[in-house]
């Protein structure tokens, strides 16, 4: 499941994507009913250190299944 997020498509719903974020341990706020997927990661405004560790996070659980 925590691979889902880099194949996730944008028009996604944003709680799937929070949902894949939270199974990762990483806890971010709970995205507005009607949300996309691509609007509420846009709307985190996340550091390229925060995109490393989801992105590494992903890819660990990647090779531990």
């Not at 341990?25 to 507005?32: I, N, R, S, T, W």
Request: no cysteine; hydrophobic share 45%.
């Amino acid at each position: 499941m925590r691979d889902d997020l880099i194949n996730m498509p944008s028009e996604a719903p944003a709680a799937d994507a929070w949902m894949v974020l939270w199974s990762m341990g990483l806890d971010f706020e709970y995205p507005l009913a009607g949300q996309t997927a691509a609007e509420w990661l846009a709307g985190l405004n996340l550091t390229s250190n925060q995109w490393k560790l989801i992105n590494y996070r992903a890819q660990e659980a990647q090779d531990h299944e």
